[in-house]
């Protein structure tokens, strides 16, 4: 079983920014995509950002410029540096980790239990 914790969530004026973190409590075998969701009332969760088991980041094209993923494999912790927040960044966000946690697990799909990120004068 991972848990994914989250913090970093909270209040912040337009244009101002925030950075949410993400740890997972165990080491993970082999990770095939670690990274951060969210879903605005009466909204479909979306992608926000994300690492491939490749390495690569993608981005949701609304927060492209503004939105920086970053990871410390060794801390098993991914950030999200928000920069230049809008109101219609306001959502719960969530941390995902699709992964398989030892060389004889399945594949597993854990959530963090969401973050809420508030963007308002």
């Known amino acids: 079983q991972v848990q994914l914790v989250e913090s970093g969530g909270g209040l912040v004026q337009p244009g101002g920014s925030l950075r949410l973190s993400c740890a997972a409590s165990?080491?993970?075998?082999?990770?095939?995509?670690m990274g951060w969701y969210r879903q605005a009332p009466g909204k479909q969760r979306e992608l926000v950002a994300v690492?491939?088991?490749?390495?690569?980041?993608n981005y949701a094209d609304s927060v492209k410029g503004r939105f920086t993923i970053s990871r410390d494999n060794a801390r098993n912790t991914v950030y999200l540096q928000m920069n230049s927040l809008k109101p219609e960044d306001t959502a719960v966000y969530y941390c995902?980790?699709?992964?398989?946690?030892?060389?004889?697990?399945?594949?597993?799909?854990?959530w963090g239990q969401g973050t809420l990120v508030t963007v308002s004068s």
């Open positions: 995902n980790l699709r992964g398989r946690p030892t060389v004889v697990a399945a594949v597993m799909d854990a």
């Open positions: 165990r080491n993970i075998f082999s990770i095939y995509s």
């Open positions: 690492f491939t088991s490749a390495g690569n980041t």
